[in-house]
């Protein structure tokens, strides 16, 4: 088949597999689950929430990407926000999009990232996804995670390799 211009994107994304080491996200900031640097994979309804911790040393930046990707079958659209809060419970990044998906295609992936300044000491913060309810159908989607803590000169990259999950934090 001849595949025109804007079809070659929806192409490429209509096998795309979510991948990364299987978690499950507290339900509130403060039932966080911990988890270390690498690639995670949960799964997010409509109207929920969830929630990870992550161990940052002085000095270190967190970077934290996270992507949704609703199923080809799946029509509808809602807010896709990622927050981020430091170690004193401050809020440090607030970042929302519009996802939305039209059955058949795999063009609706959203991804959101953010990144902290510099932790002036140890400690944890906390990385929350949140998917609006929205127009969507109450499925479950999968949710693909990327958290990176860099050391000073590190810059972010694409993660592909599976997350560590600390015994505690």
Do not use: C, H
Not at 6 to 17: E, I, M, T
Not at 18 to 29: D, E, H, I, L, W
Not at 139 to 163: C, K, S, T
Request: glycine share 14%; net charge neutral; hydrophobic share 40%.
């Amino acid at each position: 088949r001849i595949v025109g211009r804007g079809d070659v994107a929806l192409d490429a994304f209509r096998d795309y597999k979510p991948v990364g080491t299987p978690v499950t996200g507290g339900s509130a900031r403060e039932q966080a689950t911990a988890v270390g640097a690498g690639q995670f994979l949960d799964s997010i309804g409509p109207g929920q929430e969830r929630w990870y911790a992550v161990q940052v040393k002085r000095g270190q930046r967190l970077y934290a990407a996270a992507t949704l990707i609703p199923p080809r079958d799946l029509t509808g659209s809602g807010s896709f926000r990622l927050k981020l809060f430091d170690a004193s419970g401050a809020s440090i990044a607030d970042e929302v999009a519009q996802a939305s998906a039209r059955a058949g295609q795999n063009g609706g992936i959203s991804t959101l990232s953010a990144r902290a300044r510099p932790a002036p000491g140890d400690g944890v913060y906390r990385l929350g996804v949140v998917l609006e309810p929205g127009s969507f159908a109450a499925v479950d989607m999968p949710l693909e995670l990327a958290i990176q803590p860099l050391d000073e000169g590190d810059r972010p990259a694409f993660v592909r390799p599976p997350g560590t999950l600390p015994a505690a934090l």
